[in-house]
C-alpha cells in the first residue's frame, strides 16, 4: 500500500515546475511573440515597388517618420477619444449594474441576470453590430416609432454620427466590463460593509472607501478590457460612424490591404502598440497616486484616532 | 511579387510539405501567421487536376453571381461553387501573392488594368481555349482586351462604369456633372453623401471634372486633388461605403452617395418608393472598366474551372447573371435579350453609345500609393 502511494508522488516529483505552462509559452511564442516580431522586422524595411509588399535590404526607420504624420495623429486622437469616453461609459453604466447584481439581487437569480448580460454574445459580433445599423437608420425602426408616437415630425438620422458610435461601443463591450466587476464585487465578504456600518460610516462612505477599493483589481481589468480591444477595432465605428468613425485601426489595414505597403503598415501597427501600452502605464500610474493619496490621508486618520483614544 | 529573394524558408523543407495535405494545411497557417514566410514553401505546384472535383472555389468580388445560376451549375456538372468575397483588387492581389499557389482558390474576378502585373507575377494559369467552345459567344468589343492580347489569362465577365444616385426629395434640381455632385455634397447633401471607398474612383472625379487623365501620376495635379478632397469635400462625406445599394438606398440612409450602376441599380429596384432616387452618369466624362473570369495559378480543379466560365458564356445563363447584377456581362446580343425580357431599370444596364463613349479606362501606375496616401487622409479629416 505505502508504496502504491509512494510511486505517483515520485513520478509527480519528475515533471518540471515549468511543464504545465508550456503549452500556453508554446502557443504565446508562436502566435504572438513571432508575429510582432516580423512586424517589428517589416516596419524597418520599405517598400520597394509598385507590385512589391515589402523588402529589408535597407534597414530603415524612415517609415516611423511616415507613420508619424499628420493623417496617424488625427486618426489616432479621433480613436483615443472613442477608446477613453466608451470605456468611461462602460464603467459609468457597469460599476452600478454590477454592485446590483453582487449585492442586492438574491444569490439563485443571479444567474438568470448573469445568463442575459451574455445572451448578445450568441450572436456575432457584425450581425449585432449591423442590427443597430438597421435600428438607427432614417427608415429604420427607431425613427419610424418615433414618428408614429409624435415624438419627431421628421425622419431622425442618428446614423453616422458620433452619438452612434458610443452606442455601438458601449453595446459591444458592456459584457466585458460588467463580468470582472461582477466578480471582484462578488469576492467582497458582506460582514466587511457591516463592519463599516457598525462603524459609523454611512452608505457612501461605505461604498467609497471599502467597497470600492476592494474592487480595484476587478476596475482594472474591466477597464483593460474594454480599452485594449476598443482602440484595435474599428469596425463598429466604421459600420455605425462611417466617415465619423475613422479609426487607426484602418488606417494600418488599408496599408497591408490596399496600399500593399506592408513596411509602412507594420510601422503604423507598432507605433500603435506603444502609444496604447503608454496609455495604460499613465493611467495606471495615475490609478496608484490616486490610491497613494486616498490610504496616506486614511492612515493618518486612523493614527489620529489610535492617538486620542490612548489619551 | 518575387519573394523568393528575401524570403527565408520556415518550418519545414518544401520536400516534406509536400507530404501533407498542402493546400489546406498551407491555407490555414497561413492566414493564422506570417503567411509570405510560408508562401517560399509552396514552390510550384501542378496545374490542370482531375475532372472529378468535388467543389470549385471562388474568391470573388461580393454578390457577383445568382445563386440560382450557380445551384444549376452544380446540378449539371457536378461541383459545387463556393464564393468567398473581396472588396478591391487590391485585397485580392495580395492574398493570392502571399499564398503563391497555395490560396486553396480557383477562380478571381480581377479587373482588367490588374490582370498583366497578376499574370507577371505567376498569379493567373494561361486558360485552354479548347475547354471553352462557349468563348465564341463573347463579344468581339470585349476580346482582345490590350492588357490580355488574345485572351490568354481572362475572359471579360461583367464591365460597368461609375457615377452617383441622389434623393430628389432632399436635392430638387437635375444633377449632370461631377461639379454637379461636388456642388451638391457641400449644399443639399452636406453630411448626407457617401463614397466608394476606393482611392482610384475617389481620386478620378476631380480628374473627370478638369479633364485630366483619372490616373494621373502629374504631382501638381495630384496636389490639386489633396487639397479639394481633404479641405472642402472631407467635411462633408458621411461615409465610404462601395455598396450602397445593399443597404443605404433602400434604408434611405444618405441623399448623394457615388457607386457603381449595377449596385445603384439594385439598391433601386431594393426600394420602396422606386421614383425618388435618380441615377446619374455623370459629365464630362467617367470611368468604364471590365471584371474578368480568370483561374488561379496551382488551381487543382482548373477543368471544372474552365467548365463553369464555359457554362456562363452560354447567352442564357449570361442573361440570368446580368439581371442578378445589373452590370452587362460580354456576351453577344445580352442587351437585346434583356431589352426582350425588360428587365427593370435597364438603361442602368446598358448606358447608351453616346454616354459609352464618354467613358475610358484607368491604369495602375506609380501614382497608386499617393492616392491612397491622399484618400486616407481625407478620412482622417472626415472623421475629426
Known sequence: MTSDRRVPRAARRAVPPGLLATPALAWLALFFVAPVGLVFWYSLGRKPGLYQTHANDVLTLDRYREALGDTFLTSFSGTLRIGVTGTALCLAIGLPFAYWLAVKVRPHRRFVVLALVLVPFWTNFLIRTIGWQVVLSPEGFASRAMQSLGLIDAPFSMLFTRGAVLLGVVYNYLPMMILPLYVALDRIDGSLREASNDLGANRWRTALQVTLPLARPGIAAGLLLVFIPLMGDYVTAAVLGGARGNMVGQLVASQFQQAQNWALGSAMAVVLIVVIALTILATAAAGAVCTWLLTHRRRRELAGIAEGSAA | ?384
Open chain 2, 1 to 384: 511579387m518575387n519573394h523568393h529573394d528575401h524570403t527565408p524558408r520556415l518550418l519545414a523543407p518544401a520536400a516534406r510539405v509536400a507530404g501533407l495535405p498542402r493546400r489546406t494545411f498551407l491555407a490555414g497557417l497561413a492566414a493564422a501567421a506570417g503567411a509570405p514566410l510560408l508562401a517560399a514553401c509552396g514552390g510550384s505546384s501542378g496545374s490542370g487536376g482531375s475532372g472529378a472535383a468535388a467543389q470549385l472555389r471562388a474568391y470573388s468580388w461580393s454578390a457577383y453571381d445568382d445563386p440560382k445560376v450557380l445551384a444549376e451549375f452544380t446540378a449539371k456538372h457536378g461541383p459545387k461553387v463556393i464564393v468567398d468575397s473581396y472588396s478591391s483588387n487590391e485585397e485580392m492581389i495580395a492574398k493570392l501573392a502571399a499564398a503563391k499557389g497555395t490560396s486553396g482558390y480557383d477562380i478571381v474576378i480581377p479587373t482588367g488594368v490588374f490582370v498583366p502585373q497578376m499574370a507577371a507575377n505567376g498569379l493567373l494559369q494561361e486558360l485552354d481555349h479548347g475547354k471553352l467552345p462557349n468563348l465564341a459567344n463573347l463579344d468581339k468589343a470585349f476580346q482582345n482586351q490590350e492588357w490580355d492580347e488574345g485572351n490568354k489569362y481572362t475572359v471579360t465577365k461583367y464591365w460597368g462604369t461609375t457615377g452617383f444616385v441622389y434623393d430628389t426629395g432632399v436635392v430638387k434640381r437635375d444633377l449632370k456633372t461631377w461639379d454637379d455632385f461636388f456642388d451638391a455634397a457641400q449644399k443639399e447633401a452636406s453630411g448626407k453623401t457617401s463614397l466608394v471607398d476606393d482611392p482610384g474612383e475617389i481620386c478620378a472625379m476631380l480628374c473627370f471634372a478638369r479633364g485630366w487623365h483619372q490616373s494621373t501620376t502629374d504631382k501638381a495635379q495630384l496636389d490639386q486633388i489633396e487639397t479639394f478632397l481633404v479641405d472642402t469635400l472631407a467635411p462633408h462625406i458621411a461615409a465610404f461605403d462601395s455598396s450602397p445599394g445593399s443597404s443605404a438606398i433602400p434604408q434611405g440612409t444618405h441623399v448623394l452617395m457615388h457607386c457603381w450602376n449595377g449596385d445603384a441599380r439594385r439598391g433601386i429596384l431594393a426600394s420602396s418608393e422606386q421614383d425618388r432616387w435618380k441615377w446619374v452618369l455623370p459629365g464630362p466624362k467617367t470611368n468604364l472598366w471590365m471584371d474578368n473570369w480568370a483561374i488561379v495559378k496551382g488551381s487543382a480543379n482548373a477543368d471544372a474551372a474552365h467548365e463553369l466560365i464555359n457554362y456562363v458564356l452560354d447567352p442564357a445563363v449570361a442573361i440570368k447573371q446580368v439581371d442578378f447584377v445589373g452590370y452587362g456581362s460580354g456576351v453577344t446580343g445580352s442587351e437585346e435579350e434583356a431589352r426582350k425580357l425588360k428587365l427593370g431599370l435597364i438603361d442602368m444596364i446598358f448606358p447608351s453609345a453616346e454616354q459609352v463613349a464618354t467613358m475610358y479606362t484607368g491604369v495602375i501606375n506609380e501614382g497608386q500609393e499617393r492616392r491612397m496616401a491622399i484618400v486616407n487622409k481625407m478620412k482622417a479629416k472626415a472623421g475629426a
